[in-house]
């Protein structure tokens, strides 16, 4: 049996956790090991219960989920955050996932859902709204001029770079394969090594990278 993934719940509304939290913990692979109702208590459950991965509410009183995300992700091992938003596009959703978010979520999201993306994201991928994605990229390559590229980027291969520039474009593992005319596993070892090379997390921060340094 897998291991059990461990999950942490942000949010003020405690109606709302209750009903994630049933969701969640419905599933044998899934548990839910705590609650805060604003990021002040997010950071110190975070700390208490070690979770695998956060789901945290953007707007909340006291500190909201972009300040506190920013300081979990500077904990020694960082569980992985997802960001939880009730608008299609969000600027703070935008900002949390440049800040090295795993994705955001609609709060209103099928059950179905919201389940594979915490499975996704666990497993080391990234989940996004499907409806905002172009638009999500798109302002953040608005949000500020183009950086120059970094000395890491010419440390790709060729076939590196064109794994990068699909995956950039928001191309799955399985599309990537069939163009290139690889195995699945064979784009995903290409993948990990260039998330290496570019001290990157995931495939969100690809693009986020792609974009801010003008390659795509």
Sequence with gaps: MSAVIRIGL???QALFRAGIRMVLDSQPDLQVVGEASDGREGIEMVRATEPDLVLMDV???VMDGLAATAEILRHPVPPRVVVLTTFDLDEAAARAIQG???GFLLKDSEPEFLLSAVRTVHAG???IAASATRELFAHIAEAGSTEPVPAAFAGLTEREREIFAL???GLSNAEIAERE???EATVKTHISRILTKLA???RVQLVVFAYRHGLV
């Design 181 to 183: 005319f690889l195995s």
């Design 125 to 127: 991928s990234a989940v």
């Design 100 to 102: 090295g978010a795993s």
């Design 10 to 12: 942000v949010d003020d």
């Design 167 to 169: 995956a950039a474009a």
């Design 200 to 202: 990157l997390r995931d």
């Design 59 to 61: 707007r909340m009183p």
